[in-house]
């Protein structure tokens, strides 16, 4: 065995999963860590999306780490800046802070086989060395732009909702808004009153249940704050619930019967005209696309200022937005709620291995995979927070966050402890990836065409079961799915297991 010292870590990212994994290794008694951050501020997708009405759609009592409660939400569902604040205040508090490289956007990384180490290169040519490469830039950071003939020649302002224009002033405006996702469906009311007139390009419908929202109590709050195991209490029964939706969302469960009566009822009372109503009956299965929870989307389309669009976008002109019966509807502002790239895991990234594996080509040519979501073959010290296959239909992600950042503080300290660098297996790799895509192939998340699938129809992005039994399967790292690979970069054939 090797004489060993702590490895040192890079983490590419600081939003919730790339500070709970810092917290973890700290914990682990691993203290040399450099988050690199590509903006100016830690957060994530709740520094950068602060489009108007952005809110959290999982119940704010789930929605703060678990080494660090929050106990204190204003509301049900906590809305952007406050989530922002939460995660920015502790990374200050608890010296998080303090290991974040900001402005600091990470192009690639190669291994470097006679160190064994990562040789990280950021945008700027700068280059870092690290033992261990963590990636923790999740499924929702890279803003998807269709690519609609005539996009370019737009006039007037045009930006996605990840990447809100402020500057705009949209009183009076007519707005075009493509996409009916999870975004769309908090700005669309909340600019709908000021602007002018609306028009909202629907693709395909989503589906819409009441959302149980509202402000604590200033009773709730004290009563939390002096009762702390309250809130663990509340926070447990929460998530035994969610872990209801995620079963319902995998197999179309019993509880699916009944979010789609209340669905109905929801439209029913809330749009009164016929044809309206028909425009937003969804043609899927319940819980195919992602479930979307408010009580002013529908509302905010039957407004005498607002239309919906179901004819399919063939094109952007100057002045607006040609539909396939040949109307052009004319805006003064673009506004683009069409998701994110979901499935181009790491993209722009360029991760290149022993022997200069690609990762890219490497899941080109069997699917987007890795072990547990964390571990790819061939890709040594490498490991991916909210990678392939550890997205939810339902419940709080933080769970399965800090369910990776355990496994992989445990994998780092595998790696401290014998001094040799370890990836995971191809055998114990591919039998897990064999069962996920044989539970996913039995899920409702086949029957349509959404942000889960790859062009290929495989699923890439969704988890198939719950949280606690993703937690049950991460809670302990197994060496023995791993292979101590050799300073040439090769797997070292009489060490099989790194044990």
């Known amino acids: 065995m090797k004489q060993t010292t702590a490895p040192s870590v890079i983490i590419i990212g600081a939003g919730f999963g790339g500070l709970a994994t810092a917290h973890h290794l700290r914990t682990a008694g691993v203290r040399d860590i450099t988050i690199l951050e590509r903006a100016d501020d830690v957060g994530g997708v709740w520094r950068d999306n602060t489009y108007p009405g952005a809110a959290c759609d999982v119940p704010s009592v789930l929605y703060s780490w678990s080494f660090a409660p929050k106990h204190d939400w204003s509301h049900r569902y906590a809305r952007q800046g406050e989530i922002h604040r939460y995660i920015r205040e502790h990374a200050q508090s608890s010296g998080l802070l303090d290991l974040v490289r900001t402005n600091?956007?990470?192009?690639?990384?190669?291994?470097?086989?006679?160190?064994?180490?990562?040789?990280?290169?950021?945008?700027?040519?700068?280059?870092?060395?690290?033992?261990?490469?963590i990636s923790a830039v999740g499924q929702l950071s890279r803003p998807a732009i269709p690519k609609i003939p005539g996009l370019e020649s737009f006039t007037g302002p045009s930006f996605h909702s990840a990447t809100w224009?402020?500057?705009?002033?949209?009183?009076?405006?007519?707005?075009?808004?493509?996409?009916?996702?999870?975004?769309?469906?908090?700005?669309?009311?909340?600019?709908?009153?000021?602007?002018?007139?609306?028009?909202?390009?629907?693709?395909?419908?989503?589906?819409?249940?009441?959302?149980?929202?509202?402000?604590?109590?200033?009773?709730?709050?004290?009563?939390?704050?002096?009762?702390?195991?309250?809130?663990?209490?509340?926070?447990?029964?929460?998530?035994?619930?969610?872990?209801?939706?995620?079963?319902?969302?995998?197999d179309n469960g019993r509880l699916a019967d009944l979010l789609t009566k209340a669905w109905q009822a929801h439209l029913r009372l809330q749009i009164k005209d016929p044809a309206l109503r028909a425009k937003l009956v969804p043609d899927y299965d319940l819980g195919c696309k992602r479930l979307l929870f408010s009580n002013d989307w529908y509302p905010a389309l039957a407004r005498e200022n607002v239309d919906v669009v179901t004819d399919s976008i063939t094109a952007v002109?100057?002045?607006?937005?040609?539909?396939?019966?040949?109307?052009?509807?004319?805006?003064?502002?673009?506004i683009h709620?069409?998701?994110?790239?979901?499935?181009?895991?790491?993209?722009?990234?360029?991760?290149?291995?022993?022997?200069?594996?690609?990762?890219?080509?490497?899941?080109?040519?069997?699917?987007?995979?890795?072990?547990?979501?964390?571990?790819?073959?061939?890709?040594?010290?490498?490991?991916?927070?909210?990678?392939?296959?550890?997205?939810?239909?339902?419940?709080?992600?933080?769970?399965?966050?800090?369910?990776?950042?355990?496994?992989?503080?445990?994998?780092?300290?595998?790696?401290?402890?014998?001094?040799e660098p370890i990836a995971?297996?191809?055998?114990?790799?591919?039998?897990?990836?064999?069962?996920?895509?044989?539970?996913?192939?039995?899920?409702?998340?086949?029957?349509?065409?959404?942000?889960?699938?790859?062009?290929?129809g495989r699923i890439s992005t969704n988890w198939p079961g719950t949280v606690a039994e993703y937690q049950r399967r991460t809670s302990r790292f197994d060496a023995a799915e791993f292979e101590q690979v050799g300073a040439v970069g090769t797997a070292d054939p009489a060490a099989t297991a790194a044990r």
């Open 104 to 133: 600091a956007e990470v192009a690639g990384a190669d291994w470097d086989a006679d160190t064994a180490q990562w040789v990280v290169r950021l945008a700027d040519g700068e280059e870092l060395r690290s033992d261990v490469l």
């Open 424 to 456: 995971v297996r191809e055998q114990p790799a591919k039998a897990y990836d064999d069962e996920i895509q044989s539970r996913l192939a039995s899920s409702v998340w086949t029957t349509c065409a959404s942000w889960y699938r790859e062009a290929s």
């Open 165 to 250: 224009d402020h500057d705009v002033d949209l009183t009076g405006k007519r707005v075009g808004v493509i996409g009916t996702g999870a975004s769309a469906i908090q700005f669309v009311p909340a600019i709908a009153p000021k602007v002018g007139e609306m028009t909202v390009f629907q693709r395909s419908a989503p589906y819409v249940v009441p959302k149980p929202d509202g402000t604590y109590s200033a009773r709730s709050l004290r009563r939390f704050a002096r009762f702390p195991q309250m809130h663990g209490v509340t926070r447990k029964a929460v998530f035994h619930l969610t872990e209801q939706l995620n079963k319902t969302l995998d």
């Open 337 to 419: 709620g069409t998701g994110f790239a979901a499935t181009e895991f790491l993209a722009p990234m360029r991760i290149t291995g022993p022997g200069g594996a690609d990762l890219h080509e490497y899941w080109a040519e069997g699917g987007t995979r890795a072990h547990l979501g964390i571990s790819v073959p061939k890709f040594p010290n490498f490991f991916i927070l909210y990678g392939p296959n550890t997205n939810l239909g339902g419940s709080s992600i933080l769970g399965m966050l800090e369910a990776q950042a355990g496994y992989i503080s445990q994998a780092v300290r595998q790696i401290g402890q014998t001094g």
């Open 317 to 334: 002109e100057p002045g607006g937005i040609r539909t396939a019966d040949g109307t052009l509807h004319e805006v003064d502002v673009l």
